[in-house]
């Protein structure tokens, strides 16, 4: 049955991805060409082989916040105009941590994790709550009833709920009323051969890339320094991993 | 013992159509208080990224969980085989899917996108315990529907033992579906515990006893038809067993959280620093939902119908606050991401979320008890559920 439906929702990704890269091919042929190097061949679904993934330096000086801002720009968030606060639509945080006993202080970015076992895939009723072969986590809004139980499941608060009509959206995140939506590794522009929008502003401090290449920047430094994950004690093996926690 | 004898109540009085109105009403504002929601979003709740599950969610589980419990009085009867309860297994039967059908609604109205129903019906993720539950729903409204074929149609009588006994094993299984919905949530302190599931079931056993003595005795009033005080007293000792167990259950899962470090923090803040939700335990949880009605249905006033009733409302007003306790509190006691540290974020890490139920929860919440009564009120005019006299000469195996 899951098998059954990751083929569903992989005919209707490629039909959806197919047709953007179809617009994209007649508009603007000399930005297609300049990415296709590194861009994904969206007439296959995704694959396995990959294992896309991020490495976060929190021990870098730099603005998280940019990222912050990146993330909000690229999907379009912050169109809210009903919504309190605590309501509102946030793909990624900067959390403050801080030892009480030690006073030690820092703070790290946080987003949806990717899990290689992710909880609310498991508990999502409809399939809605996915994971790409390639390791990506996201929500299809077609078929999200919005029960919320994948708030619920997550241990990272990844997710947030749409509180209201949304007009004005980023044509590359349709983001509806009563749907749950999260970061989603800026899978369009991933699948384009682009960085994810919060990497292109961390000014290096957030490495990304194949988990499963051992040749990739990312696996090297994996491999030569270590990554922490947040909740490792929970066994769920996030694709976001931190130096310096 | 005479001969038992059922008999549909008369549909054409003036106190039915008042019944049908009142209820009517409730449920239709109900309605209205979900369209509203569903038009606007859910910023016009008291629901938040923070808490995500509200009011709505409060009701439609303790009716959910109620569903199940008020089937126990059939299955005393067919699969235990106590005869005294047999006269009441028709009502408790119907109450159970009365008491379903109120509670799906409310569940089905506070999603994102109820249009998508359909979504949901043809859609399946079988990992989901949502899922599980879409099944354990609607088969338990099957099931029950044709054990209650074989007990009001004559020449299936003799089939009323196996379905009584599947219905039995079904809503065991119901009810451990849904404190699953809890207990499988490793992410959250307060949840994460396997305890959740039977504790669920004994909570079913108590608030289903409850609404249903409150509905038998409410409709042998109104009818103006005998009940005796043999089955009232079996029914009001049974209850006060239930709650002692749930009693039980909380002693030991707060023990248990006390006793483990990463788990203490949640249990800290229910029964002492949670300020609504700390009053909520103590005060209307444990005091007028659990002891109180100990008292009243043990004590010298164990007797009287009034005092038996004001029993099963505080056990179900203390069921209510227990639920809100636990599926509030549990959410808005925050997240614990990074071990014995203090965090802070603009995503309210690190500190207690805050949550008022607004209006158009609690309409819809009260609109899925309006839903249940409404059904019971037309069902025991249209078909047999109630005898016409539960007299102890009638309801009493060992009267003469």
């Not at chain 1, 006073?103 to 609310?120: A, D, K």
């Not at chain 1, 051992?214 to 004690?233: F, M, N, T, V, Y």
């Not at chain 2, 109900?30 to 038009?39: C, L, Q, T």
Request: include cysteine; charged fraction near 15%.
């Amino acid at each position: 049955m899951t098998s059954k439906i990751e083929k569903e929702d992989l005919s209707r990704r490629n039909f959806i991805f197919g047709s953007i890269a179809a617009a994209g091919l007649t508009v603007a042929p000399g930005v297609m060409l300049y990415q296709t190097a590194n861009a994904r061949d969206l007439s296959k679904a995704a694959s396995s082989k990959v294992r896309w993934g991020m490495l976060i330096d929190t021990s870098r000086d730099v603005d998280w916040n940019k990222c912050v801002e990146a993330c909000v720009k690229e999907h379009g968030l912050g169109n809210e105009e009903h919504s309190r606060p605590d309501q509102r639509t946030q793909y990624i945080r900067v959390v403050e941590v801080k030892n009480k006993s030690t006073g030690y202080s820092m703070s790290l970015p946080v987003m949806c994790q990717h899990c290689e076992q992710p909880p609310c895939v498991d508990v999502c009723p409809t399939g809605a709550s996915m994971k790409r072969e390639d390791g990506i986590v996201l929500v299809d809004r077609h078929r999200c009833i919005g029960c919320r139980y994948c708030m619920m499941a997550c241990p990272y608060k990844a997710r947030s709920f749409v509180h209201e009509t949304l007009t004005d959206q980023s044509t590359t995140t349709p983001r509806g009323k009563g749907c749950v939506e999260s970061c989603n590794m800026c899978v369009n522009r991933v699948d384009n051969g682009q960085l994810p929008a919060c990497v292109e502003a961390s000014e290096g401090a957030i490495v990304f890339g194949n988990l499963n290449d051992p040749e990739s920047d990312i696996s090297k430094l994996l491999a030569k320094h270590g990554g922490k994950q947040i909740r490792a004690d929970l066994k769920l093996n996030p694709g976001v991993q931190y130096q310096g926690i | 013992m005479k001969k038992l004898h059922f008999l549909e109540v008369e549909g054409n009085s003036r106190g039915f159509y008042t019944l049908l109105g009142v209820f009517g009403l409730i449920s239709l504002i109900g309605m209205f208080a979900a369209y509203y929601m569903e038009h606007h979003g859910h910023y016009v709740t008291g629901m938040s990224n923070q808490v995500v599950w509200g009011t709505p969610h409060v009701f439609a589980i303790f009716l959910i969980v109620a569903a199940s419990g008020a089937l126990n009085v059939a299955s005393i009867s067919s699969v235990f085989a106590k005869t005294a309860y047999k006269p009441l297994a028709r009502l408790s039967g119907m109450l159970a899917i009365a008491l379903l059908a109120g509670g799906l609604v409310v569940l089905l109205l506070d999603l994102g996108r109820p249009d998508r129903l359909i979504v949901a019906m043809t859609k399946f993720n079988f990992l989901s315990i949502f899922t599980w539950n879409i099944f354990l729903y609607t088969g338990f409204m099957g099931i029950v529907a044709v054990y209650l074929w074989t007990m009001m149609d004559r020449p299936y009588n003799k089939l009323t033992k196996k379905a009584g006994m599947g219905a039995f094993i079904w809503r065991l299984v119901l009810t451990t579906g849904t404190g699953s919905i809890f207990g499988f949530l490793i992410a959250r302190e307060a949840y994460d515990t396997a305890l959740l599931a039977p504790m669920f079931v004994i909570m079913s056993f108590a608030f289903g006893l409850a609404f249903f003595m409150l509905v038998l005795m409410a409709s042998y009033k109104y009818t103006d038809r005998p009940l005796g005080d043999y089955i009232i007293n079996r029914l009001k000792n049974l209850l006060g067993v239930f709650v002692a167990a749930v009693l039980y259950f909380v002693i030991v899962y707060h023990i248990t959280n006390l006793y483990s470090a990463d788990h203490q923090g949640v249990s800290a803040f229910i029964l002492a620093d949670g300020g609504i939700y700390t009053f909520l335990f103590w005060v209307v949880q444990i005091g007028l939902g659990s002891l109180l009605p100990l008292l009243l249905l043990y004590g010298p006033t164990g007797k009287n119908r009034t005092m038996i009733g004001l029993a099963s409302a505080l056990i179900i007003i203390g069921g209510l606050a227990q639920l809100y306790i636990i599926i509030i509190g549990g959410q808005a006691y925050p997240m614990v991401m990074f071990p014995g540290m203090e965090v802070s974020s603009s995503f309210y890490d690190g500190v207690v979320a805050s949550y008022s139920p607004s209006l158009p929860e609690v309409l819809l919440g009260v609109g899925g008890v309006g839903v249940t009564l409404l059904l019971v009120t037309v069902s025991v005019a249209a078909l047999k559920f109630l005898p016409a006299s539960l007299a102890d000469e009638v309801a009493d195996p060992h009267a003469k």
